[in-house]
């Protein structure tokens, strides 16, 4: 991301903020107390800062990976899934073994 350059034709930093409402919508679902659940937020916030800081841009993930968005739409499995289906595999071998 990249901004206009300011009246010194230096180019300014991206200005990062937290979208509360898009990350509070993903910890609806969890039993954690607000409080804790925006204290959860800052810190992982505050994480991603810390990259920018260093020197790593903000882009889109397909930059970042390499992968087309339609590559990353095809396997949209996620973590949890992926272990329950390998739970759920792993337990059938087991019961074929003991049959």
């Known amino acids: 991301m990249t901004c206009p350059p300011d009246k010194n034709n230096t180019p300014t930093r991206p200005s990062l ?3 509360w409402e898009v990350y509070a919508a993903m910890l609806e679902d969890s039993d954690m107390p607000l409080d804790d659940q925006k204290e959860l937020i800052e810190t992982l ?12 841009d903000v882009k889109p ?4 990976c390499g992968e087309d968005q339609e590559a990353l739409e095809d396997d949209s499995t996620d973590l949890v899934s992926l ?13 074929q073994w003991q049959d």
Do not use: C, H, K
């Not at 505050?46 to 790593?56: A, K, R, T």
């Not at 993930?61 to 970042?64: G, L, N, R, V």
């Open 61 to 64: 993930t397909t930059q970042i």
């Open 83 to 95: 272990l329950n289906n390998e739970l759920a595999q792993t337990r059938a071998e087991e019961d």
């Open 45 to 56: 916030w505050s994480i991603v800062v810390m990259f920018v800081d260093l020197g790593y």
């Open 17 to 19: 903020s937290v979208d």
